[in-house]
């Protein structure tokens, strides 16, 4: 099969490339493309260069997979170019938020809703950064305990914004009171925390806050989990942290959610000693640590959350999309026209 | 008034000094005290030197009020000297946690309980910088509304340790990948978000953590206030941050919120913009900004709270406790050995 990958030159175009490549991706061919900006570059991949073509003259023919690997950064690739890759008959997977509610769109986290997949009519969505890494910890949980009500706190990296917030904070931390013009972050985030994720919208919540909310209950098919989020950028460089409080509608003990988590897919569960975002080692796993029960009300607990928000939070997350369905053999845009 | 400072060498207590001239504290003589490693300097305040002599052999004669300003990193003052203090005829104001809990030691926040200094027996306890802020944000809302559960996840700057805290994220920031010999922190800092603060004790939470389940409980009098912590070091210089999930027992609006947040004491709000802890300039007050209603659930809110952690988290405080001490007469330490 021919993959194809759009946003080869951004961070999560290049964790794509290294993701295929540890994981042995069966690929027959790659085709990359990027902005006009950025064509015209070569990338190598498996001891071979390839050519990266402007996304603006993509000829997607002969594609089985395409990824868009939008960040927050760079948006709307997928907007202006998903259909024409799915009528050369290919099938999209698309990073970026612009169809992830779509009703004709799979969000697809595969430790939560593999069986999803099957559902696409072209195009399968990777859910938002810190939904995944969430969505990971606590499926296993939801299916047993039901969870009925989350109450979260994000310690956000900055490559999430792409390179240029990878850059924005290098630059700060180089120059003492300097003020970035442009930056991708509202304020300073050298020494900083700040509690804005993309804009403020309904109620008063970011869009990012909202993502939190909406993608688990579409991952989770439940309408009714509770969700509600504060999302906050944080001066690391890669690897977002969360505290996850939640409450689950069955009776269940701390000993029974531990059990849970020890065996939990892409889970690593440490009930002694807890994981820091600078301590990711290009891990696909997601870590949770701190698990405690609330000190007062019955079912309730909170958890220490991190993960590599370019890896499992997009390109792993991405990639493993694809492998589900490579297995599946559904690696086909069926139909077409329908997001 | 005579006014003692033991730990005048350190971050809290050189804050002190500025928060005292700032607010023109009256006071008729100066005595300086430290740990005998920083003995025999000298501090300028007001225009004059003052000796600082070593804490072991301190004479405490003539003080009516003598600050402890122990930090996180310099514990145990108080616990040696405090009673020589009182037994001289002092009260002390301790910045440290030995004797928060104590029944005989009132805990106050002058925002919401300054009556409780009456109650004094020589020992007045400054609560944790956390827990200050949070309880300056909600006060107002429970005297109306009655808090009855609260889930919050901290932000909290590398001073909070003391000048070790940022001793050691100065140096981690100048040289890339070093360890740190005896950090006060228990992972790198650098680039990075440490969910432990304190020793880990009963049911996994930190001692960071209880402290803002127990002493929100004391300042506000209310035993029934249900508090879930996570408590976060993060690479911020000065300035913690806050993300307070709260429930209220009574009916009440975000409007009606807004409106007790508006004109509560201590408190700045913003129904727009929001606070970040880079942009705090020397400032006494409570941040709060971000406020916005639960998704789903009736009566629960969500807010950002960000405040000085050295000012209001711990010498402001302390020096405000000391202004109710002089306004009502009582800076003198009528019973002894009571602590």
């Known amino acids: 099969m021919i993959v194809g ?3 080869a030159t951004g961070l999560v175009g290049q964790t794509i490339l290294k993701v295929l490549e540890e994981r042995r991706f069966p690929l027959a061919g790659l085709k990359l493309w990027a902005s006009s900006r950025s064509a015209g570059r070569r990338i190598r991949f498996k001891g071979k ?3 990266v073509a402007s996304v603006e003259r993509a000829d997607f023919s002969g594609c089985g997979i395409v990824f868009f690997a939008g960040t927050e950064g760079e948006k709307g690739a997928s907007r202006r170019y998903a259909q024409k890759a799915i009528a050369a008959g290919a099938v999209v997977i698309d990073n970026g938020a612009d ?3 779509h009703p004709g769109v799979p969000l697809i986290v595969p430790e939560a809703n593999p069986g999803d997949v099957k559902k696409h009519r072209g195009l399968i969505a990777n859910p938002n950064c810190s939904t995944i890494q969430m969505v990971v910890a606590l499926v296993s949980i939801h299916k047993k305990y039901k969870i009925k009500r989350i109450v979260v706190s994000t ?3 900055v490559s999430g914004a792409g390179r240029a917030g990878v850059d924005a ?3 700060e931390m180089q120059i003492a009171n300097c003020k970035i013009k442009n930056s991708v972050f509202p304020r300073k985030i050298a020494y900083n925390v700040i509690p804005q994720i993309s804009d403020f919208s309904e109620l008063g919540y970011s869009g990012e806050e909202w993502k939190m909310v909406r993608e688990t209950q579409k991952i989770l098919h439940d309408k009714n989990i509770a969700v509600n989020a504060t999302t906050v950028r944080v ?3 890669t690897g977002h942290s969360e505290s996850v409080y939640f409450e689950t509608g069955k009776n269940c003990s701390l000993k029974q959610i531990e059990a849970l988590l020890s065996k939990a897919p892409g889970v690593v569960y440490d009930g002694k000693e807890f994981f820091t975002p600078a301590e990711l080692k290009d891990s696909d796993m997601t870590y949770v640590s701190r698990l405690r029960p609330d000190p007062v009300k019955k079912n309730a607990f909170v958890m220490w959350v991190v993960a590599d928000n370019l890896r499992k939070g997009a390109a792993t997350n991405a990639v493993q999309i694809a492998e ?3 297995n599946r053999q559904i690696a086909k845009s069926a139909k077409k026209n329908l997001i």
């Open 99 to 101: 169809f992830r509610m």
């Open 235 to 237: 001066p690391v460089m």
């Open 5 to 7: 990958l759009v946003g």
């Open 155 to 157: 310690y956000q990296a």
């Open 324 to 326: 589900l369905l490579l």
């Open 49 to 51: 260069n390839y050519p």
């Open 169 to 171: 904070l290098q630059k």
